[in-house]
């Protein structure tokens, strides 16, 4: 089984709905992490988690907000969904401070 | 522009041939790491390196680091055709806080 999970893997929504993606490990790390990916550029850091009571902004938070619900979930909900929020979303963990990480599969999110 | 930045943007080589990748970045770092990441799937970690490290190995992968140049390479031994992917450097941007600033990456195409 696999060690960080996302779901869904594949969503389809309209502009103004709302959303949640969800991650899930199985690592036992603290540090957890959301990052977003555009076509041709690299992955950006939504937001992170160094543990269940610690939530930080990252690079480009406007528009996502995130929930650590325990330490092995953190989920990330756009509010209110627009178009350039397309994007592949991957889930991250990692057991230290800028130490490696852990990617989930990706969700793939279209907004329409 | 981003933090570390791949060169080339894409590679195409034979089977059997010899792969090198270049990162460069702009600030000071603490480490740089290098993930691979295959069509549309999650990035798996390959190597970190310290920023007191110059070079590191492991299987038929070589990373070097030259903090005076803020370059690192990554190099792929005898490639075949299942290194085709993307690969991405990161790093930490230094200082106290924490960051992690992936480049765009370089896109490797190992003919068989």
């Known amino acids: 089984d696999a060690d960080v999970t996302q779901t869904p893997r594949n969503r389809i929504t309209k502009t103004g709905k709302r959303i949640m993606l969800e991650c899930s490990q199985t690592?036992?790390?603290?540090?957890m992490y959301w990052y977003r990916q555009d076509p041709g550029l690299g992955l950006r850091l939504i937001y992170y988690s160094f543990d269940v009571k610690d939530i930080n902004k990252g690079e480009i938070s406007d528009g996502y907000s995130v929930s650590r619900q325990a330490q092995a979930k953190f989920s990330l909900s756009l509010e209110s969904a627009i178009p350039n929020q397309t994007a592949l979303y991957f889930c991250?963990?990692?057991?230290?401070?800028?130490?490696?990480?852990?990617f989930g599969p990706g969700t793939r999110l279209l907004v329409l | 522009s981003q933090q570390g930045e791949e060169d080339p943007q894409a590679l195409s080589i034979q089977e059997g041939e010899n792969a090198t990748m270049n990162c460069s970045y702009k600030?000071?770092?603490?480490?740089l790491q290098w993930y691979r990441q295959n069509s549309g799937r999650g990035l798996v970690h390959l190597i970190l390196i310290r920023s007191n490290e110059r070079e590191k190995h492991s299987g038929r992968l070589r990373v070097t680091l030259d903090t005076s140049k803020k370059s690192s390479s990554l190099l792929i031994t005898a490639s075949r055709a299942a290194d085709t992917a993307s690969y991405f450097c990161?790093?930490?941007?230094?200082?106290?806080?924490?960051?992690?600033?992936f480049g765009a990456g370089t896109r490797l195409f190992v003919k068989a």
């Open positions: 991250a963990t990692s057991v230290g401070f800028q130490e490696t990480q852990y």
């Open positions: 990161a790093t930490d941007g230094g200082g106290g806080g924490f960051k992690t600033i």
């Open positions: 690592k036992g790390h603290d540090r």
């Open positions: 600030t000071s770092i603490n480490n």
